[in-house]
């Protein structure tokens, strides 16, 4: 079955610098790949999604990467904040037929310093 | 308020006790998941719905657990003869049909067995 690795576990940065979180993923049938935020307490939120026919998506200081032939996509934070300071999850997904489950990382705890 | 909801939100029980949570999806969603969370750990896939069908099961759903959708709106996952391994946050999601697209949480039912 699918699985999915999350590196780093932790990661610290000054506000205003850049964060980068990397996935891989282990089946190549794997097309639909969302990143959840989650806050202490809280149920994890959807803060970006990509899909395997695009290469890259942004949305204002939130970007995914995917390249479907070394098997990885990546989360990058620009100017962060320190309202940006979460668990944040990659996860893989076959959609269209089957479950659509979601295949999750272990997740990055994001602190970013004032 | 119009997202997924979950009752109870925290349960505390004794080893070999049974327990029963319910979901409410989004109201128009016919997909359903459960997954299960463990502190440091990114959600894990336990079970799936279509409407009233439930569809996949994950090798973690012992036989100690159950999960129903008999209506096809809301569902309810009971487990049986608690043991302190159970203990968990309980996470349902849910999203509508037409292909990979984002899975919304509910706020989860934290799980203590003592």
């Known amino acids: 079955g699918e699985n999915v690795e999350q590196h780093p576990s932790t990661l610290s940065v000054q506000e205003g610098d850049s964060a980068v979180i990397k996935c891989t993923y282990s089946?190549?049938?794997?097309?639909?790949f969302p990143w959840y935020k989650q806050e202490l307490g809280k149920r994890p939120q959807l803060i970006i999604d990509i899909r395997s026919n695009v290469g890259e998506k942004k949305d204002q200081r939130i970007a995914v990467t995917l390249n479907k032939t070394a098997k990885h996509f990546s989360l990058h934070i620009t100017e962060t904040q320190p309202e940006d300071s979460a668990v944040y999850f990659c996860?893989?997904?076959?959609?269209?037929?089957?479950?659509?489950?979601?295949?999750f990382g272990k997740g990055t705890k994001l602190t970013v310093n004032p | 308020d119009t997202g997924v909801s979950q009752d109870p939100r925290h349960k505390i029980t004794k080893r070999g006790q049974n327990v029963t949570f319910r979901c409410d999806p989004i109201?128009?969603?016919?997909?359903l998941y459960w997954y299960r969370q463990t502190l440091g750990q990114g959600p894990e896939f336990l079970t799936y719905f279509q409407n009233e069908a439930q569809l996949e099961k994950s090798r973690l759903l012992s036989d100690r657990f159950s999960a129903e959708r008999p209506k096809g709106s809301f569902s309810t996952l009971e487990i049986q003869r608690t043991e302190q391994g159970d203990s968990a946050m309980y996470l349902c999601a849910s999203h509508g049909s037409g292909g990979a697209g984002e899975q919304f949480f509910g706020p989860g039912t934290r799980l203590t067995v003592l």
């Open positions: 089946d190549s049938a794997s097309n639909y």
């Open positions: 996860a893989a997904s076959k959609a269209k037929g089957g479950s659509e489950k979601l295949v």
């Open positions: 109201s128009e969603h016919n997909r």
